[in-house]
């Protein structure tokens, strides 16, 4: 596996997952910008082309740090997305509950299914033209386009969507809508994670959590031994220069 992104911009792999770890442990919104999740759901998205084929969370952990780096060098000097899901089933907190600003889509005027949608914008039900990324939280899922999607990936995905739909706090609760990142956009994002996105194997009932992890597991992340934030990253990191 080959990661240059960091090094060619002079932020070496250590410095980008010191900063991983100390800047994504205190998520803030990025850009002051309304937020209001209860009315959209997520978005799910993929990292590009190519192929991670992580042979140990190490690999997952590398491959952040250079995700990271390069949002960190762009626009909002931080990681983008809210949450990232890796091959091994591992949860890991981007923005967390705070807006992201990873759900990016069509200028105004330029959706060719809605022409009258303002810039980065969808139409909901109930409230109409609501902003992606003022409405939705973002999941990335750690593959790239050469990846097949792992089972404890996706059931870890399943997982994180009906947590954050059953969140104690209405105000940041996601609400039910589920679509790939490419919905709105022209993006071939989620690649392989396309299929998942649209036939309803990323969402589970109450039932179906409850008969899985039992009855204490539907208000709290049903993975809970996968569900790592960064401190998990750091006590396993390993050197990165």
Known sequence: MAYNYSVDHGVSYAVALE?????????????????????GGVFIHYVGSGQINPSSCSDCQYEIAEIWT???????????????????????KGQGFQRGEANGGYGAGLDPADPT??????????????GRNAAFYSILGLVRGGDAPSSALRASIKDLIRYLRTYDDPNLRAGNLLYPHQHGDKTDCP????PYTKDGSLERTRARVIARHGPDAVRLPS????????????RGAVPLE
Do not use: M
Request: charged share 20%; net charge positive.
């Open 70 to 92: 390069k949002h960190y060098l762009g626009e909002f000097g931080d990681l983008a997305y809210n949450f990232v899901v890796c091959q091994h089933g591992n949860i890991y």
């Open 191 to 194: 690649g392989p994670l396309l």
């Open 19 to 39: 900063a991983v770890i100390a800047r994504l442990s205190v998520t803030r919104n990025l850009t002051g910008g309304e937020w209001t999740p209860w009315k």
């Open 117 to 130: 949608l303002k810039a980065q914008h969808i139409r909901v039900p109930t409230y109409g033209q609501v």
């Open 223 to 234: 993975r809970a031994t996968a569900y790592r934030i960064l401190e998990d990253l750091e």
